[in-house]
């Protein structure tokens, strides 16, 4: 099993772009979230999903869109990045909701807007 | 609202203990610990739940006050490994979202 996996590692946008974080995890995992930590503030909760075609927003969403085609991507989307939009950006999957489950974090992307 | 954390940073020898404590404002329905070292990704430790479940590693020990809405987190006979930063994650029973809310995290440095 590869885990969680997320791609690209690095990433450097000027300020307007948009671009697409991809997330995917082969465990079979229903619930997936993204986490962005800026230094002193912890993770912070953008999005989550409880399962295919179900997604919901979390503690920061502006500025990210995400979607849940299958059970095992789910990428976020950067629509008009800023320059506070830098960050390093975490995907998480587990089996079920986090209350009693686990969460496998997968490498990061550090995200740098100019 | 996240989770407050203290203490912030701590240094200590191999072989000496520690305890990371995590409170919050609001009714906890559970508190997950998870450590990161630098450059990596959280790693699971332990999930305590209200009424008294628990579950994470064999070594790690932790304790969930539901009343006072803290939890801590025991570190005994420390080892170089254990050196990174501690977060701990919080669930409210108020509903909202469907996800933990993270402290801002205890920087533990292990000297040998």
């Known amino acids: 099993n590869a885990g969680v996996t997320q791609t690209p590692k690095f990433q450097v946008l000027k300020t307007g772009q948009s671009m697409t974080l991809q997330c995917a995890q082969d465990?079979?995992?229903?619930?997936m979230s993204w986490y962005r930590q800026d230094p002193g503030m912890g993770l912070r909760l953008i999005h989550y999903?409880?399962?295919?075609?179900?997604?919901d927003q979390g503690e920061v969403p502006n500025g990210y869109n995400v979607s849940r085609s299958t059970t095992e991507d789910f990428p976020l989307r950067l629509l008009s990045a800023a320059p506070s939009q830098t960050s390093v950006y975490f995907c998480?999957?587990?089996?079920?909701?986090?209350?009693?489950?686990?969460?496998?974090f997968g490498p990061g992307t550090r995200l740098t807007v100019l | 609202q996240q989770p407050v954390q203290s203490p912030q940073a701590v240094i200590l020898r191999e072989g000496e203990d520690a305890v990371i404590n995590c409170s919050s404002s609001?009714?906890?329905?559970?508190v997950h610990w998870y450590r990161q070292k630098h450059g990596e990704a959280p790693v699971f430790l332990m999930i305590?739940?209200?009424?008294?479940e628990q579950k994470g590693h064999d070594k790690i020990s932790a304790s969930f006050n539901e009343k006072k809405q803290q939890s801590s987190l025991y570190l005994t006979a420390s080892q170089l490994s254990y050196s990174g930063t501690y977060f701990c994650?919080?669930?409210?029973?108020?509903?909202?979202?469907?996800?933990?809310?993270f402290g801002k995290g205890t920087h533990l440095i292990i000297q040998p």
């Open positions: 994650g919080t669930e409210d029973s108020g509903g909202g979202a469907d996800g933990l809310t």
């Open positions: 305590l739940l209200k009424g008294g």
């Open positions: 999903s409880v399962g295919a075609g179900i997604t």
């Open positions: 465990m079979n995992h229903e619930y």
């Open positions: 998480a999957s587990s089996l079920g909701r986090p209350s009693y489950n686990e969460q496998f």
């Open positions: 609001k009714a906890l329905y559970s």
